[in-house]
C-alpha cells in the first residue's frame, strides 16, 4: 500500500521498538537531540498517545483496574490512538520535511496483541492497514534486552500490558525479532545492554544512513 500522499522526501520517520524496559524512551530522546544538532526538525512522539484522543486511549489500555481485555479489543484500541496519530501529527510532519521519532509501532500491535496475546494476525494486518494507510518508518530500530534486565528497569508500578507475566513477554520478544529479522534492510535490531551512550552509539549506527 503506498504512503500517505504528501510526504517530502526529505522527511524521515524513525521507530524505537522492544520490550517495555527496554530503555526507548530514554533512547528516543537522545536520537532526538541527535538529529535537532544536525539542525533537523524533530517531531517526537509515542504509541499509544501523542494526541488528546490518543493519551485518553493509552489511558484506558494501561488501566492496570481493568484486568484482561479481549485482545482484538485491544488492538483495535491502539489502531484507533495509531490512525489519530497519523493524521494529526506524523503525516503533517513529514509533509513538511521534519524527521518524526516515535515511540513502538505497529510492530508492538503485531507482537504484543497478536504473537503473544492471541489475536487473529489477518485482523491484526487489516486493521494496521487502515490505521496507517500504508505508512512505514524509513528505519525502526528494536532495542533487544534480557527479560530480566527490562524488569529491573521498571522502576514505576507497572502498567496492565507490563503486569503480564514472563511467559507473555517471552512469546512478545520472539515476536518482535521475528518481524524485524523478516526485513533487515529496513528494520535493525541492536542490544539495548550496556550505558545509554553505548546504546545510543548502536542506534545511531543502526540508522544514520536512512538520512541520506
Known sequence: ?????????SGRFFVLEGLDGCGKTTQARRLVERLRVLGREVVATREPGGTLAGERIRAVLLDPTLGEVDPLTEVLLYQA???QLVTQVIAPALARG????????HYATQAYQGAAGGADPAAVRASTALATGGLEPDRAVL???SDAAAQARLSRPKDRIESRGPDYRRRVAAGLRGLF???PER????????????VEARVWEALRDALE
Open 181 to 183: 529479522l523478516a526485513d
Open 81 to 83: 490512538a495509531r490512525r
Open 98 to 105: 521534519a524527521c518524526v521519532v516515535c515511540e513502538r509501532w
Open 1 to 9: 500500500m503506498d504512503q500517505p500522499a504528501g510526504k517530502a522526501s
Open 187 to 198: 528494520l535493525r535490531i541492536v542490544s539495548a545492554e550496556g550505558t545509554a551512550e553505548a
Open 143 to 145: 532495542l533487544e534486552v
